[in-house]
């Protein structure tokens, strides 16, 4: 009987467990120079690029609030641009940043993908089609959140 199980048990497919990882920004401050109501605190916005020729990296796009500076406009009184650190990061496959550039104190449209608001993607990695990258977008204001899943 024992040995009829276990040759049952056999038969059965093996269930593979999939991962999905949210990609958590690098941990950086910023002063941020509050001069209105208009610059509240966002969270980092993490777009999802693409990967990897080779298929061993996720390229994302990250925009930290970081405050905001006076604007002029023509004939209606000052406004103010929400400013943006942005950074090029690198993940590897378990979601952990390997590579970080600065690219500087932009606006989120200069920072984040030429599709915005529209998130790019989701990705199927070159090398291994089973694992995917993507991102997420949540709330009436836009929340941008990069995963990856693999098998």
């Known amino acids: 009987m024992r040995s ?6 056999l038969m059965i497919p093996a269930v593979a467990s999939a991962a999905t990882y949210d990609l958590v920004a690098p941990g950086y401050t910023f002063v941020n120079s509050n001069c209105s109501s208009f610059s509240p605190y966002v969270p980092p916005q993490i777009v999802v690029t693409g990967f990897s020729t080779d298929g061993n990296y ?5 925009a930290y609030s970081s405050g ?16 943006h650190e942005c950074f090029a990061v690198v993940y590897d496959l378990a979601g952990n940043a390997v590579q970080e550039v600065d690219e500087g104190r932009l ?9 915005y608001p529209s998130p790019p993607g989701p990705f199927v990695n070159p090398v291994n089609p089973e694992i995917t990258a ?12 990069g995963w990856i899943a693999t098998p």
């Not at 009829?4 to 048990?9: D, E, H, I, S, T």
């Not at 996720?58 to 990250?62: E, G, L, S």
Request: overall charge positive.
């Open 4 to 9: 009829l199980v276990a040759c049952f048990l």
């Open 58 to 62: 996720v390229t994302t796009a990250i």
């Open 68 to 83: 905001c500076t006076l604007r002029v406009k023509s004939g209606r009184g000052p406004g103010f641009i929400i400013l």
């Open 107 to 115: 606006t989120q449209v200069q920072c984040l993908p030429p599709t």
């Open 134 to 145: 993507g991102t997420s977008v949540s709330g009436s204001v836009p929340y941008y959140q």
